[in-house]
């Protein structure tokens, strides 16, 4: 059977009819700021208090995009005697996006938790060289780092949480008071208190005993 002449058409503009009928679902970008989901990867947030410069995540990233400067300090001696300590000072870090692939291995691999995702994506530049961001624009992407999801109902307690709560729970049970014990003098009287045989009264003992009764 033949096509009827047009019917294509009639089709395609019937589609175009349905189409303009339904609300639009664009967002008006930048006006309107997207709802990302919160394990987006947009960038690395840097908290430096945590970062011991142990070079980790410089070793282990894949493209080389990470660069850690550091110098020495000696720390003295706490008490007399002691002996003198050396501690790492960070002095640059700084990671280049236009090589990260955004992996999170760094992430991943970071001990003391100084890595973190944040869900920022607004930072193109006009020059490529400009997309090296140091140490000072990380810890401002820090703020942005969404919270750590709740653990499942069932979920086992964190080693860390039970360890704490069990070191309160001891540290609370050496700070409370004993329990009050009686005085020395007042168990020594209670000793020396005669006792009642059980099951005499004194309406029992105050009874003239057999032979006695009329005797004044």
């Not at 990302?36 to 990233?61: K, S």
């Not at 008490?79 to 640059?92: A, H, I, Y």
């Not at 703020?143 to 949480?161: N, Q």
């Amino acid at each position: 059977m033949a096509p009827i002449p047009g019917s294509g058409l009639a089709k395609g503009l019937a589609v175009t009819l349905r189409t303009m009928t339904k609300k639009s679902v664009t967002a008006q970008y930048p006006d309107a700021q997207p709802d990302l989901p919160p394990r987006t990867r947009g960038v690395i947030g840097l908290f430096e208090e945590n970062c011991t410069v142990c070079m980790l995540c410089a070793r282990e990233c894949p493209d080389w995009c990470i660069y850690i400067d550091s110098h020495k300090e000696t720390i003295p001696a706490a008490t007399p005697g002691g002996r003198e300590r050396s501690r790492n000072v960070l002095d640059r870090f700084a990671i280049d996006f236009s090589l990260c692939m955004y992996c999170g291995i760094c992430i991943e691999v970071c001990p003391f938790d100084a890595l973190f995702w944040s869900p920022e994506f607004e930072y193109a530049e006009t020059d490529i060289r400009d997309l090296t961001h140091e140490r000072d624009k990380l810890r401002e992407w820090m703020w942005t780092v969404p919270a750590p999801p709740a653990l499942d109902p069932g979920a086992e307690e964190p080693k860390e949480l039970a360890a704490a709560r069990k070191a309160a729970e001891k540290l609370a049970a050496q700070q409370s008071p004993p329990p009050t014990e009686p005085h020395a003098d007042e168990q020594a009287r209670a000793a020396e208190r005669p006792t009642r045989p059980h099951g005499d009264s004194k309406q029992q003992t105050d009874q003239p005993k057999p032979g006695q009764e009329g005797t004044p």
